[in-house]
């Protein structure tokens, strides 16, 4: 059951990572990700997520976990990508 759930919680943090590297104005790379490759990556992954999660706790506690842990995972990344720039190297 916990390996399930740390899957789970990889598969929606590598989502908000795919998201950000698509994004026009990300920082992370020299460019975005070409055409919609890493949307649908992304997409995928949280869908990956949201049916590992579902496996183990009820479907609407599986959705709700998954949108929290995508905003606060999207928001995350944003940081960390910031400082890291900020202190002159990359992440």
């Known amino acids: 059951m916990l390996v399930v759930l740390i899957l789970a919680?990889?598969?929606?943090?590598?989502s908000a990572v795919l998201f950000y590297v698509s994004v026009p104005s990300q920082r992370l790379r020299q460019r975005p990700l070409p055409g919609r490759s890493g949307w649908?990556?992304?997409l995928g992954c949280l869908i990956a997520g949201t049916v590992l999660f579902s496996?183990?706790?009820q479907p609407v506690a599986a959705i709700?976990?998954?949108m929290t842990l995508l905003m606060v995972s999207c928001i995350g990344?944003?940081?960390l990508v910031a400082v890291g720039k900020q202190e002159g190297r990359s992440l």
Do not use: D
């Open 55 to 57: 496996r183990v706790l």
């Open 9 to 14: 919680s990889v598969a929606v943090v590598l």
């Open 64 to 66: 709700l976990i998954v």
């Open 77 to 79: 990344v944003t940081l």
């Open 40 to 42: 649908l990556w992304g």
